[in-house]
Nanobody, 114 residues
Framework: QVQLVESGGGLVQAGGSLRLSCAAS???????MGWYRQAPGKQRELVAT???????NYADSVKGRFTISRDNAKNTVYLQMNSLKPEDTAVYYC?????????WGQGTQVTVSS
């Protein structure tokens, strides 16, 4: 079983930056870690993912502004968010997908004020 603990959310003005972190613990296999987000009244959507080998995938809406990275030795994934916009406001969820299935973190709120 995998546990994911997120940190780093908060309130920021438009144009500002935040860095999210997610630490995984438990039995972890080679995997893809990443971030999804869900805004009020909207479906959960992909933000960015990164495999153990370093392959990345980004939503078009965040390309050029967000950067995903990971420290495999620490089983931790990061999301550096720059040039934040009010439409980035959402609960951000960390996720880990492996041959054992998908696990989710509890979510961390990111609010961008205009």
């Amino acid at each position: 079983q995998v546990q994911l603990v997120e940190s780093g959310g908060g309130l920021v003005q438009a144009g500002g930056s935040l860095r999210l972190s997610c630490a995984a613990s438990g039995t972890i296999f080679s995997d893809v870690m990443g971030w999804y987000r869900q805004a009020p009244g909207k479906q959960r959507e992909l933000v960015a993912t990164m495999s153990t080998g370093g392959s990345t995938n980004y939503a078009d809406s965040v390309k050029g502004r967000f950067t995903i990275s990971r420290d495999n030795a620490k089983n931790t994934v990061y999301l550096q968010m720059n040039s934040l916009k009010p439409e980035d406001t959402a609960v951000y969820y960390c996720t880990l997908t492996s041959i054992m299935g998908r696990s989710w973190g509890q979510g961390t709120q990111v609010t961008v004020s205009s």
